[in-house]
Structures are given as C-alpha cells and as structure tokens.
C-alpha cells in the first residue's frame, strides 16, 4: 500500500463530500422557508426582516452562500440552529456520539451471528440451517425498519413487558437501564444486515470452497478444518468487509428511522426533527456528517482489505 | 513387478435429473513403480473423472457400480475418511491444470508446501522450510530462500508450476497422478516442465499417471499409454507401439488429427504476387489514460499491442501467425478488423486504409474474422437463422435463392443440418457452433478471412475437422487466411507463409519452403519450433528422456 | 415470453414469486372492486374489532374495515412503488448506457461523482428530496426515483461494458453492421436481462423505503390507506388492538418477498444457458 494510495483515496472522499455538500446545500435551497421569518417569527416588521436577511447574506447568489457556507463549514462552523438558536456542531457532535453506539453495537451484533450463520450454511450446503437461513433471510430482507421495530415493541414490551418501549439512558448514568433500552433498537438495525450479510458470506464461503486451491488443499491430505480455516475462510471473508462498509449506507438509514421510533436523540432523530422544523443549518450539517461517517467506514474498510489482502497492490 | 498403482474393472455412473450416465466403464489399469502410464483422451472421455476416483474426490452425484482401485496393494474404495486425509498428498501426490488457480493467493508459496511437510512428514516449522527451499531448488526454482516467502501473483506461470510439483514431490508419494499439468502454461515454459517432469520421474521412481488430450506430449513422455473413449479404455500399450501401430479405430482417428508439419494439407503458393492486404508499419495500443488518473498518480495505461509490424497477405495465400500469448497476434486480427485504433499505413486491393472509420462497405464485405471462444462469437439469444441472416441482409444474397434457401445451403456448406437453423447456440457443441461461426464469415464471399485461434477451444479431432473444412472451403472460394494460432504444427501444416510474433513484435517471416529447407532464421523461431512437442510414432527415441 | 414463464416457474423461488407479485398486482389493480366495505365508511360501535366473519382482518381506531383499507391501499403502495423503481431505471439506464458510450474521461467523471451521490444512505437521500419538494405521495415517487437513478446507472453501465466486450458485437462491428442494429438486437437483448432482474430486487427496496418515507410522515398523507402510514397510525393504537398493526406489515413484507423471491428466480431464467 503505497502513499500514493493513500492520497488517491483521500483525494475521492474529499470529492465525494464536496458533491454531497452541492447536493445538501442544493436541496435545501429549494425548500420553501424563508430563514428570516424562520428566525425573527411572524411578527417581525418587514425593515427587521431585510436587515437580517443582508446580515446572514440570504440576498447573495447562490453560488457565494454555498461558498461562504462551505468556507464555514471547513472552519468547523455550521452555523446556528434555526430553531434552538444555539451553534450546530456541539449538538451534531452530541447527538452523532449516541448514534455511533447504536451503530457500533448494531455492526458487532450482526458480525456475531451473521458470520458463523453464514460459514454454517455454506459448510452444510443444504442441510437444516441452510434451507432456514436461506427462508429467514428473504423474510430479514423483506422487512423495513419501521415495521421491525414496531413488531418488535408489540411483541416485547406491550404484550411480553420484558423490554421497554422508547426513550434513552446515557450508558454512564445507568448502565442496565441503558442496555435495556438498546435491546431492540440494535436488535432492529441488525436483523436485516444480519439477513443480507449472512447470505453474502455464504455464498463466498461456497464460492470459496469451490475453488481449485482448496481442492488442492485437500488433496494436499489437509483435514477439513484446517482447508476450511486455513484455505477457504481466509479468501471468502475478505470481501465480506467490503460488504459490510457498503451496508453501513442501510445502518445510517436504519439508525434515521429506529431513533425516531425509539425516541434515541441521536443524529437521525435531530435529522427528523430539522426536517419537520425546516431548520436548515441543522439539516445540512446532519446529512454532511451521515455521508462523511459513511465515507470514513468505507476507507476503513478498504484500509484492511488492502492490509489483509496480498495480491492488491495499490499503486 | 507389483503395481503401484491398480485400478480393475472400475465402472462409475454420474445420476443426473434426467437419468443415470455411465462416465467409466470396466477401466483396467495399472502403473508400476517408475513407470509413467499416459492417459489420453478429449473432453468428455472420462478420463478426469478416473483421477477424481484414484484421489476420492468424487462428485456427490457419482456412483461407483463396480471395480477396485488399489494403491501399493491396499483398497482405496475402503478407507474410511482419517486414512484417506493421511493418505493424500503423503502416498499419492496430484499436479493441477492451473497453478494460477490450484495455489491459495492468500499464502506464501513457501507456506503451501510447508504445510504438506509439517502434517506428513512431522517436520518441525524449520526444518520443514529447510526441506521446502531444497526443494524448490531441485525444481530448479531460482532464489529458493526468496521464493518461499512470496506470493502466488508475484511468481510467473511457470514458477508456480514448479512450486505444485515441489509441493506433490516433496512427501516422497508412491504414485503421482498428472492433470494436464502444462494446458495452462506458454509453449516454452510447458516445454522446461515437461523436461522436469521426466527428470524428476526417473530421479524419484514415482509411479505416474499422466492425464492429457495432447497426444504428442504424451508420446515423448509416457512409457506406455492407455487411450480413453467414452469412458471405455479402448487401447493400452507400449506407447511407441500403440501409436506407431494402432489396433483400435478410434487411436487411428485420433492420431490422424494430430497435427503433423510434414503433411500439408494446401496446395502450393499461389502464382499472384500482387499483395491482396499489405500492412506497413502497423502499431497499436490498448486503452486511454483515464481522467482524474494524472490527478491521483495512477500511470497511464496505454498498453502496446503490436508494434511496427509490417506483412502482406496475397490473394488466396495462407499467412500463418504464431506466437504465445501475448505477442500480439490477436492484436493483429483486432485491428485489421477495425476492432482497435492502429497507426501506420493499410493498403487493401491497392486502396489505402487510414483508420478504422475509413473501413468501408467494400472493406467489410473482403475481410471476414472467425473468432477463437464461438460462445461469445454468436449471439446467445438469437437462433442460428438470424445470426446467418445478417451477412446476407447486408451485402445481398449472392445467388438469389431466398433467404431460407441461402441460410440452408450456407449450413450444408459447413456440413450441418438445415434445421439447426432454428436452434440457439446453446444447443450446440463446441464444433457445431464454429461452424456457424465459419459459414456466417464466408456468406458474404470475402477476399480474406481472418481465423484468430479458431480451433484452439476445440478438441483434438473436432480440430482436425474443423481445419479439414477451412481447407476445402479455401479450395472452394479462392479466399486467403490469415491464420492466427499458438500451435506451430498445425500453421506449417496449412499455411503458405509463417509470421512469428514475439513481445508485440514481428520477428521474421518465412516460407514454408524456406522453413524446410534452411530452417528458421531468427533464433526466437528457432526456440519456439524446438519447444513445440511432436507427435513420436515409432521407434525407441523418446523426446523428454 | 411463454418460454420464459416456463423456466421461471420452475424453480420454487420463480414459481412462489410470480404468484405473489401476480396476486399483488391483482390487488393493485382490482383492488377497490373487491374490498367488501367502504373504506372510508366509519364506526363508532366497531372500533378496534379483532377478525371476524364479517370484518375479516378486523377494524381500526375508526371502525373502518382493515382488509378493505389495505386492497385500496394496495395501489397506492405497490404501483406507487413499481413507478418509482421504473422511473429510477430509465434515468440510470440513460445516464450509464450515456456514460459507458462516452467513455474516457467523461464516464470516469460520471461514475466518480455517481459515486459520491451514493454515499448518501438512500433513506436520507429521499428524505433530503420529499422535505425539498414537499411531502406527498408524488414527491416520494420522485425522490424514490432520483435515489434509485445512481445505483441503476452503475449496473447498466458496467453490464453494457461487459456485453461490449463480447465477440458477438466485435463481430458485428467488424462486419459492418449499422450502430442502431448493435445497440437494438445485438446489446439491448443482453443487457436487459441483468436489468430486470435488478429492477424487481429494487422494487422490492421502493416499496419499504415507500412504506417508510409515509411511516414518517413525509409520502403519503392521511386518509389515504397507504400502507406504511397504516402502521404509523396503528402505532398510537397498539395497545388496544395489535391486528391493526399487523396486518399492513405483513402486507408490506409479503409484497417484498415476492418482488425478492421473483428476482432472483428471473436471474436464473434469464441465464439462456441454464
């Protein structure tokens, strides 16, 4: 892995985040609120209205608010919330904190079981877990969020009561309560990475166990643990990370929908909430730091790939 | 002497959904110790499902009805599924067709033969990279030490070749069983292979079975051979006695379509002089600096094709083009065919050809290409009809017969059925879809057909049909080849004049008289003809030993 | 066509995916007909009635017939969703067939910047489009589209780069075939099959993403019996009666499964050479 490589992979996230932000800053645009009235409320006599629309520059093209923006936005500054009044980033940076746990913890749960899930199907190709997995995993997919979070809390707290229905307790605070309310919206942002992952990493693992080279293993008079752990497992998982960073896009998607249905103050649930108040500096800088933490997973992935893999020679 | 290996009566059936399909019927066969038995046959004998049973790596739908297979006296068909592991790659030993697909990209080559030392024969983790890089040297692998610490993608084709024998010699096995082990690799390499193989085969005393459809190699290397037909063993003998004399009619079938250079299968050169295409100083390159690739420091990837390379063809003459893979050859065909950019000045029937858009009705008409792959030549979801169709819709039907009748009688021409016409590709054989592929280059009546490897994809015999044809159709139409092939036997078997690339060059051409009579004149030439295996019907001499 | 139904129905995925999709599109469109009450008609005496014979699937918070409200609420689901996915295909199989032609450095920009749209997760795309353009049942057909278009462009272009590789249109080429004949009979043949069989996947993702755009209040608007808004309204309602919940949401998987279960099968009937 060459410094080259390095730069040539920067330089695509750094245009990637300059299209997001056009496309950010472009849709917002559009949105039919006029941020002075927004600002100064109903009531506000048409002079007050002017001079606050030349101070925030609202009367300037297009092309010079998305530079001057942007030019924040480099700086660290988004801007001042429409609605709270108070500065964007330290709530984005609170409320993205909470979400990267929601994320994190919906990333190792589905690594836990989607990973042996799908090396057990492959390996028994046809037998009873393969023919379950292969039926639970098109229901898995089949299933949106919302409707997985709202069975869920059916079934777990208004019916069984074991679970609680929504809200959030800060992990330092009370740490049991905390896990128990995490239960099911991890459990719903897992449920169809695991019903995806676990079928992709099957079919590597057969793709895998297809291969010349562990026939070759095994007739080298390697057991079949060793060729399944030594040949087969070592070849079929490396695109599995690739996999998993491109589902990051539907963990962040998830994580919108199950913090709106939880009442997770995380970063999706400020998104919903811009949305509805047309807030838009918050809108912005929520969408701006989804996308970046998507792209940061994707170069991370791609890191290890590159570190893992020997045959790519990134230059 | 006692067999090393021996397999008796062994008769294996495939179940499929629509039946049961017999793949090896009552086999008998036995290999003794340093003696190296050659097994030939073309695809769909059987033969490859025999190795699969002497390894017991055998599909799940397979079924075996009858027979013993014994290795040194004991029963392979009973070992239970720990004596088999330990049996594996420690008594017997396999060589693969591909060493770019049979070695694990993920690990050192050093490591793919150390695990096989460590398991078998109990060797310490030092000891057993002490044996691997002896070895590797024996192999004649250069830098041994270096080799095994490196990685499948950063070896050669035929480096790695070498790392799979080391790895099947390095248990000291009984009995080895070959699998086409040089299909996959250049004709030069294949050739330094097969000398290791005899080297190593008389060094070791391994007992050898030696799978392949090439019959020359087989002749040079096997002390006796045994020839596979629709899973029957039809013949089995001494090898220079089976093919010097063959009893069987299907042994005389196949040795007839081996390719011989001293049969010539065309007529003398044509009188004409005047060149039909002439080629001057032709270059060409692959692909396009991409965007935002200077901005990233990618390099560009413009790649060199061909180079300067400057022939004629004249009016039915058959210019033969060999070389390995490549050198450019299928470079040639593409660009003359408007296929890819080339510079340099083509002069066509005295017309001069500046670039592909300058390819004319008339040039498309003249010059016809015949692909090597006929199943990505022709269309998969058009029948036979349509694909035939089209050369007659653009440049008319020369005889007015209608289209139904042309399309039957461009079938007939290339020895098919009419009513394949209404047939997919899909549900034709390998030779029956290169035959489509041929009539629909020769409806338009063109002046030259380029043939880029067109046989190589077939089997032996199917190939020697499909050369019989190009041959008669030649006869026929007057039109001139430019045949493109990897096989040098078969080019000086039926072509006027002989073109050889190297590295995107063109290194001489040469007549075939002169070829005969004062050899060739380059020393690439040289080195190529001597690698190239020849089929050895009599006598003692054998090539590789 | 006939050909092709017979190799679909085959194998179990094709044969339960077709049924589905063909019952679904059924409903779709002869939905209204066949719902037994008005959907709209209220109730005050029949709320939140589990089935029964008279009121198969039950009754909601207003009295009004569940089955009846999920058949109308069919169209505006699965059609909705089928028009999104088709528009969302024809724009990214314009702008990749456009990029894979072009080549060079316009393709690699295309793709670079198709790239970087598709870093956006696509629920936050469509999100960011519907609170542009509005809410309402259209704007998330429109946003649905656009975030389908860049996902659509990638496949169609790297599936007409690889059937431009084929030697069947080398051959064409070199035998002078005219540029329309190679895009229309040689190309478009082959190319469509990946693209079907990606597009019925897709349909599959629109209809959730659908579903979930009105679950969040910005596609379809009340009283309209789209099905995702069905379970955004059940939820206040849980407690009292949780067939009102279950049954748009066993509607909204069902509809997926099909459109899943119908592509893959199509991938296997489209192979001519299975």
Known sequence: MSGRYLLRRFGLILYTLLVVSVIVFGITQ????????????????????????????LDDAVWVQYLHWLGGVVRGDFGVSMTSGLDVLPTIVESLSRSLLLAVLSILLMLVVALPL???AAVRRGGAVDIGLGLVSYLGVSFPEFVTATLGILLFADL?????????????????????????PVATVSLILIAHVSRMVRSEVVDALHTDYVRAARLKGLPEGLVLRRHALRNALLPTITIVALDVGYVLGGIIVVEEIFAIPGIGRQLIVAVQNRDLPMIQAAALVLAATYCVMNLLADLTYAALDKRIQYG | MKPVLEVAGYTLDYTTPLGSMRALHDVSLSVARGEMLGL??????????????????????????????????????????????????????????????????TLTLGRQITESLELHRGLSPAAARAEAEAMFARVGLRDPAAMLRRYPHEASGGEKQRVVIATAFACRPDCIIFDEPTTALDVVTSRQILDLFATLQAETGVASLYISHDLAIVSGLAHRVAVIHRGRIVEQGVTAEVFGAPRNEYTRTLLAAVPRPEERLVNTMPGDATPLVAAKHMTVHYGRPAFLSGLFGRKPRGVL???????????????????????????????LTGLAPFEGRLTVAGRVIAGAAQMGRDYRRDVQIVFQHPDSSLNPRHRIREILSRPLKLYGDPEGLGIETAIAKMLEAVRLPADFANRYPHQLSGGEKQRVAIARAFAPRPRLVICDEVT?????????????????????????YLFISHDINLVRQIAHRIAVMHRGKLVETISIEDLAAHGPSHPYTAQLMAAVPRLQTGGNEHEFR | MVELLHRLVRSPQGAIGLSLVVLVLLLALFG?????????????????????????????????DILSRLLVGARATVLLALLATLLGTLAGAVLGTASAFLGGKADEAIMRTVDAVMALPSLLMSLLIVSAMGRGAENAVLAIAITFTPGMARITRSVALAVRRQDYVNAAVARGEGALYIVIREMLPNVVAPIVVEMSIRVAFAVMLFATLSFLGLGAQPPSSEWGLMVSEARRFMHLSPWMILWPSIAIALVAVGFNLLGDGLRDALNPRT
């Open chain 1, 30 to 57: 559009v949105l039919p609120a006029d941020a002075a009235v927004m600002l100064m409320g109903e009531n506000a006599t048409p002079e007050q209205l002017a001079a606050l629309r030349a101070r925030l520059g």
């Open chain 1, 118 to 120: 799908g090396i057990l």
């Open chain 1, 160 to 184: 069984l009561g074991w679970l609680p229905a929504t809200g959030y307790v800060p992990l330092l605070e009370d740490p049991v309560q905390a896990v128990r309310h995490l239960v099911l």
């Open chain 2, 40 to 105: 030939v046959g073309e695809s769909g004998s059987g033969k490859t499902s025999l190795a699969w049973a002497i390894m017991r790596y055998l599909a799940a739908n397979a079924v075996e009805r009858a027979g013993t297979l014994r290795l040194a006296g004991e029963d392979l068909r009973a070992l239970t599924p720990k004596q088999l592991t330990a049996l594996r790659g420690a008594r017997i030993g396999m060589v693969f067709q591909d060493p770019s697909t049979s070695l694990n990209p």
């Open chain 2, 305 to 335: 094709g061909a180079e300067n390379v400057s022939l004629t063809v004249r009016p039915g003459e058959v210019l033969g083009i060999v070389g390995e893979s490549g050198s450019g050859k299928s470079t040639m065909a593409r660009a």
């Open chain 2, 456 to 480: 190589s994809s077939l089997d032996v015999s199917v190939q020697a049909s499909v050369v019989r044809l190009l041959v008669e159709l030649q006869r026929e139409t007057g039109a001139a």
């Open chain 3, 32 to 64: 209204p007909a066949l719902a037994p009450h008005n959907p709209e008609a209220l109730g005050v005496l029949r709320r939140y009635k589990p089935p029964s014979v008279d009121h198969w699937l039950g009754t909601d918070q207003l009295g009004r």
